[in-house]
């Protein structure tokens, strides 16, 4: 294992893995936004995580779109007709997402202090989702305590939609480890967004979760 330097009390290992990816390249996140754009100038899908959720949820659903990037989920979910809300760490990304769909609240803020009802935004959302591997990003330490938070903001019949690939440093049974250990718990685990089962040898996990009724 390569050794970590240091970054006050953090390790570069340690540190939350976009913030990383923007200090060793500034133009990260505008390389990222142009990128979609592209995606969508060819006519790519980029909606299949949204419609999922759109299908497990009724009409006009308070969504929280965690981690939403350039708004890409949120913005398909909000022109379906739900209240969404997207935050995100990277400000560029903010800025994208309220620039090319106008309309939820697109907020900078760091999912591992997740207090919306701080910044005046009730709880108690339907559903709050996590694509786009957001979850292989954050700084390994908070993964929990971020899934902990999801927790709270939804309701307790809602549910928490969090999809992210093997290989990128997060074993799928650590992460049912963690959501077990933030009090949820699976409710369905499929290997796409276009719900394809999940197996032992799958590459990618869709993980629909739901809060723990209290003991």
């Known amino acids: 294992m390569a050794a970590s330097r240091a970054e006050g009390n953090v390790t570069i290992d340690e540190a939350n893995g976009w913030l990383r990816r923007i200090a060793e390249n500034p133009g990260h996140?505008?390389?990222?936004?142009q990128r979609f754009r592209d995606l969508a100038a060819r006519g790519e899908d980029l909606a299949g995580e949204a419609r999922l959720v759109d299908a497990v949820v009724s009409r006009g659903s308070r969504i929280?779109?965690?981690?939403?990037?350039?708004?890409?989920?949120?913005?398909?979910?909000?022109?379906?007709?739900?209240?969404?809300?997207?935050?995100?760490?990277?400000?560029?990304?903010?800025a994208a997402a309220r620039e090319e769909h106008p309309g939820p609240r697109w907020l900078v803020g760091d999912?591992?202090?997740?207090?919306?009802?701080?910044?005046?935004?009730?709880?108690?959302?339907?559903?709050?989702?996590?694509?786009?591997?957001?979850m292989t990003?954050?700084?390994?330490?908070?993964?929990?305590?971020?899934?902990?938070?999801?927790?709270?903001h939804v309701r307790p019949e809602g549910r928490v939609a969090?999809?992210?690939?093997?290989?990128?440093?997060?074993e799928f049974d650590a992460f049912?480890?963690?959501?077990?250990a933030a009090g949820l718990t699976p409710d369905l685990l499929l290997r796409s967004w276009d719900l394809r089962p999940?197996?032992?040898?799958?590459?990618?996990?869709v993980?629909?979760?739901?809060?723990q009724p209290p003991r």
């Not at 739900?82 to 903010?94: A, R, T």
């Not at 999912?111 to 108690?124: H, N, Q, V």
């Not at 990003?137 to 709270?152: M, S, Y």
């Not at 969090?162 to 997060?170: E, I, L, T």
């Open 198 to 205: 999940f197996t032992p040898g799958s590459d990618f996990l």
């Open 137 to 152: 990003f954050v700084a390994p330490a908070t993964r929990r305590e971020i899934l902990r938070r999801f927790g709270a």
């Open 176 to 180: 049912l480890a963690d959501a077990a």
């Open 64 to 94: 929280l779109d965690a981690g939403c990037g350039t708004g890409r989920v949120g913005g398909f979910l909000a022109a379906a007709g739900h209240d969404v809300v997207g935050v995100d760490l990277d400000p560029e990304l903010i």
């Open 111 to 134: 999912l591992a202090g997740l207090d919306l009802p701080a910044a005046g935004i009730p709880a108690g959302f339907d559903a709050v989702v996590c694509a786009g591997n957001v």
């Open 207 to 211: 993980a629909l979760l739901t809060p």
């Open 162 to 170: 969090v999809g992210f690939g093997a290989g990128r440093g997060y």
């Open 29 to 33: 996140s505008r390389w990222y936004i």
